[in-house]
């Protein structure tokens, strides 16, 4: 049974425009959510994280968004650029040393 | 300052042998955890150490995985036996302190082949 759902494998978007990377969970519980980017032949890095207290965090141009009533959040990254070519994990944790329940990742293609 | 290290970044093994995976944790990080990947899935949580003792294995299948993290030397990820099932890419990461995410550090990965 997936707690952490990313329903959309691949995802491609013209550099410059906006991206939008879903996610939805099951586990209330999760009060921790991650977002990393993993590039092929590397290990995830991490890229930003929200806490269930706050609705929105922003790092540059990356922001995610969490709706706690929906279950649901969402990284958005803009302007995209052809660097942000990569798989992008949505994971979730019950509290901050709790272990990490990763998604199955979204592939984004920046399209020139 | 190196990052995690993990060897082989490929190995191939056939059915019945024992797969032996390494992992060197940044320098001055004693907190390991290892994760695996399957095809087409997200990672999953196998095993968290740290020197000289196991904290969490809830993630590790119950028979021919094993794991340590000695007081010398790198972590090891041992499979014994390895069925088809196991062929998979594991991560490991590693931290300073307890910590499962902010500041744990993926290294690049063994992608275990099982003919």
């Known amino acids: 049974d997936q707690q952490v759902k990313q329903n959309s494998p691949s995802l491609s978007v013209q550099e410059g425009r906006i991206s939008i990377l879903n996610c939805d969970y099951t586990?209330?519980?999760?009060?921790?959510f991650l977002w990393y980017k993993k590039y092929p032949a590397e290990g995830p890095t991490f890229l930003i994280s929200?806490?269930?207290?706050?609705d929105k965090n922003e790092d540059g141009r990356f922001t995610v968004f969490l709706n706690k009533s929906a279950k649901h959040l969402s990284l958005h990254i803009v302007p995209s650029q052809p660097g942000d070519s990569a798989v992008y994990f949505c994971?979730?944790?019950?509290?901050?040393?709790?272990?990490?329940?990763f998604g199955k990742g979204t592939r984004l293609h920046i399209l020139p | 300052n190196a990052g995690v290290m993990q060897n082989p970044r490929h190995l191939v093994r056939r059915r019945g042998q024992e797969a032996r995976l390494r992992c060197s944790p940044m320098?001055?990080?004693?907190?390991v955890y290892w994760y695996r990947q399957l095809p087409e899935e997200g990672l999953k949580f196998m095993v968290y150490?740290?020197?000289?003792?196991?904290?969490?294995e809830s993630g590790m299948p119950k028979e021919r995985f094993s794991a340590e993290f000695p007081k010398e030397g790198p972590s090891i990820l041992r499979i014994q036996q390895v069925v088809r099932g196991d062929s998979a890419a594991y991560f490991c990461?590693?931290?300073?302190?307890?910590?499962?995410?902010?500041?744990?550090?993926f290294g690049p990965g063994t992608r275990l082949t099982v003919l």
């Open positions: 990461a590693s931290s300073p302190s307890p910590s499962w995410w902010s500041e744990q550090f």
């Open positions: 586990n209330s519980m999760f009060d921790y």
């Open positions: 150490l740290q020197k000289e003792n196991i904290i969490d």
């Open positions: 994971a979730a944790s019950e509290n901050r040393d709790d272990k990490i329940i």
């Open positions: 320098k001055g990080h004693s907190h």
């Open positions: 929200i806490s269930s207290i706050k």
